[in-house]
């Protein structure tokens, strides 16, 4: 395998600084008694599910880059913990990690303030376990949410099924699946839609599923699909995604189906570029950025198939698998990306003037939305 890098020039956006180990994230702590301050009015994403579950390990995993044997050492959750990723994410939103033992019916908490910001709402449900209350509890979150705030997306992370054999994990996910709906239709909550993933941190899939999660907000999604659609089509690509580089999280893909070794190896590329970046990228001082305009790489695999990364915004890189005949129109795929960026810039840039002129408040629909850190120029 052969890795054709260009170290980035430094300083290029100025804004961007080296990426730490968790990417300098800010970080938020609050009860949940708090008066709402600007940054809680941001669409929100909620973890919840029941002790021990995962939640807080995925949200170290997937936004700080925590390694998945560190979270063995993570402290049980007392109270809510808001995590802006806003600074240096491209997707614009809080996540709020609940402590397992959350109490619907304690007065101090007030879950209809929550709940009408929200976005997608996570619910953790360790597979290793006896799920029996967990089901208990999503039943009594969900429709709780549900009535608060119908807009919400109700996703149920399977979790920690890398102890399961694969027959298991599809049995697991189908009583688990079975039972939620079945609460749900005795409830007569037919209308609430949950979505299910098998989910673990010793793998991709917790990126994957996350991917999904934060593509049912962003409201340029069928945009950005149609746009990757006309790319590789008119440049020989075979797959093609859109990735927030901080979290690896891809925001669009083309219309062909993913999969996941696919992913696995893209999401491989960027910690290379990101890691190769850190350490010979930076002027001698250390300052400069890792990830900036100049950035992009190639690799050559030895089965003749080729995987480039272009810097696409100040969060985003697109990734590109394709055969090693049709990187030999490098000027045409380069040409044709060049018309990408363009119109991925104007996308975000439509969008931040209408987000701007929009001055919708909290609980709307439009709050299901995520704010997007679209271009440089979008995070004034
Ligand atoms: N095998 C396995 N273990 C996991 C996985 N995710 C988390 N864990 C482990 O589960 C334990 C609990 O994880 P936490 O992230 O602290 O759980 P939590 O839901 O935040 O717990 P509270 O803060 O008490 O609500 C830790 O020991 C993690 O290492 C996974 O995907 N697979």
Redesign the pocket.
């Known amino acids: 395998m052969s890795i054709q890098y260009e170290a980035p020039l430094a300083d290029s956006y100025g804004v961007a600084d080296s990426f730490p180990k968790d990417f300098g994230y800010g970080e938020e702590e609050g009860d949940i008694e708090d008066s709402p301050t600007p940054s809680d009015s941001k669409p929100r994403i909620l973890?919840m599910?029941?002790?021990?579950?995962?939640?807080?390990?995925?949200?170290?995993?997937v936004f700080h880059k925590m390694s998945?044997?560190?979270?063995?050492?993570?402290?049980?959750?007392?109270k809510i913990y808001k995590d802006d990723i806003s600074s240096s994410s491209f997707v614009n939103f809080q996540i709020w990690?609940?402590?397992?033992?959350v109490d619907f019916f304690d007065p101090t908490f007030d879950y209809e303030m929550i709940f009408r910001g929200t976005g997608a709402l996570i619910f953790?449900i360790?597979a290793?376990d006896d799920y029996v209350e967990a089901l208990g509890r999503l039943h009594l979150t969900v429709s709780r949410a549900y009535r608060v705030n119908p807009e919400i997306n109700f996703e149920v992370f399977i979790?920690?099924?890398?102890?399961l054999s694969d027959d298991h994990k599809i049995e697991t996910q189908r009583d688990i699946h079975q039972r939620a709906n079945d609460d749900l239709a005795d409830a007569s909550l037919e209308k609430l839609h949950l979505s299910f993933y098998l989910?673990?941190?010793?793998d991709h899939s917790?990126f994957e599923a996350f991917s999904k999660v934060v593509q049912k907000l962003i409201p340029q999604l069928p945009t950005l699909e149609n746009l990757l659609n006309i790319f590789i089509s008119n440049s020989g690509i075979e797959k093609a995604f859109l990735f927030d580089v901080v979290s690896k999280i891809y925001i669009a893909t083309d219309s062909s189906p993913v999969d996941m070794q696919s992913y696995e190896l893209c999401c491989d590329m960027i910690d290379v570029v990101i890691d190769v970046s850190c350490i010979y990228g930076l002027k001698e001082d250390g300052s400069g950025s890792a990830y900036d305009k100049e950035s992009m790489a190639i690799i050559k695999l030895n089965n003749t198939t080729v995987l480039y990364l272009k810097e696409v915004t100040k969060f985003l890189a697109l990734v590109c698998i394709l055969r090693e005949e049709s990187f030999e129109r490098k000027g045409l795929i380069d040409y044709n990306f060049h018309c990408f960026r363009k119109a991925i810039h104007e996308v975000f840039e439509v969008g931040v003037s209408t987000s701007r002129t929009s001055n919708q408040p909290a609980g709307t629909p439009l709050m299901k939305t995520v704010a997007l850190n679209g271009t440089p120029r979008s995070t004034v």
């Open positions: 973890l599910g029941l002790r021990r579950s995962g939640k807080s390990s995925i949200q170290k995993v998945p044997n560190e979270t063995l050492f993570l402290e049980s959750t007392n990690d609940f402590p397992g033992q953790v360790d290793q979790h920690k099924v890398d102890g989910t673990s941190i010793y917790i």
